[in-house]
T-cell receptor, first 118, second 111 residues
Framework: EPEVTQTPSHQVTQMGQEVILRCVPISNHLYFYWYRQILGQKVEFLVSFYNNEISEKSEIFDDQFSVERPDGSNFTLKIRSTKLEDSAMYFC????????????????FGAGTRLSVL | DQQVKQNSPSLSVQEGRISILNCDYT??????FLWYKKYPAEGPTFLIS?????DKNEDGRFTVFLNKSAKHLSLHIVPSQPGDSAVYFC??????????FGSGTKLNVKP
């Protein structure tokens, strides 16, 4: 069964460094998302991406964050200058985005990348 | 901004009994609701969903109930199995693009 894959599974970085989290969404899906979950807290929406542009973003997704779909398969989240509070589990998700009424609302999640900022 | 709330952080149920997980929301514009299950070290996995025009959706052992007047939904698992032990998140959508997740309820099904 197709799945969303994320690499690396664990990323350790120093405060102030740039990190890029990588995701390969399910092939032929049209919508892509990033979420984060700080330890012990709820899953929080960061950004959605469609047709090569951001379609929605949350208050968390400030100028330190950016997303890109550099080729036909990868979807990346970049944090320019990491802060301690960026330490979290980051989940990528994708969605078929078609007119199948049920399927279009289901997001398929990757296993996540744990980001540890020291 | 807690538009979706799960007030019970944990629930413990005996195998074979019913598990009832609850979720409340504040935004009447939500038009779709979903339940996700999450095991440790894995991403959330879609479980079951319900449109706002319905009040019940059933899939095997899982049933989701929606009470729009109370802005409340619940997930019933019957009979509960030890493999159901996981964290369950409810999520709500409007405008298709933005998901709001609850904080999760950790379900423990005891053998």
């Amino acid at each position: 069964e197709p799945e969303v894959t994320q690499t690396p599974s664990h990323q350790v970085t120093q405060m102030g460094q740039e990190v890029i989290l990588r995701c390969v969404p399910i092939s032929n899906h049209l919508y892509f998302y990033w979420y984060r979950q700080i330890l012990g807290q709820k899953v929080e929406f960061l950004v959605s991406f469609y047709n090569n542009e951001i379609s929605e973003k949350s208050e968390i997704f400030d100028d330190q964050f950016s997303v890109e779909r550099p080729d036909g398969s990868n979807f990346t989240l970049k944090i320019r200058s990491t802060k301690l509070e960026d330490s979290a589990m980051y989940f990528c998700a994708s969605n078929p985005g078609r007119a199948v009424r049920l399927a279009k609302n289901i997001q398929y999640f990757g296993a996540g990348t744990r980001l540890s900022v020291l | 901004d807690q538009q979706v709330k799960q007030n019970s952080p944990s629930l413990s149920v005996q195998e074979g009994r019913i598990s009832i997980l609850n979720c409340d929301y504040t935004n009447s514009m939500f038009d779709y609701f979903l339940w996700y299950k999450k095991y440790p070290a894995e991403g959330p996995t879609f479980l079951i969903s319900i449109s706002s025009i319905k009040d019940k959706n059933e899939d095997g052992r899982f049933t989701v109930f929606l009470n729009k007047s109370a802005k409340h939904l619940s997930l019933h698992i019957v009979p509960s199995q030890p493999g159901d032990s996981a964290v369950y998140f409810c999520a709500a959508i409007y405008n298709f693009n933005k998901f709001y997740f609850g904080s999760g309820t950790k379900l423990n099904v005891k053998p």
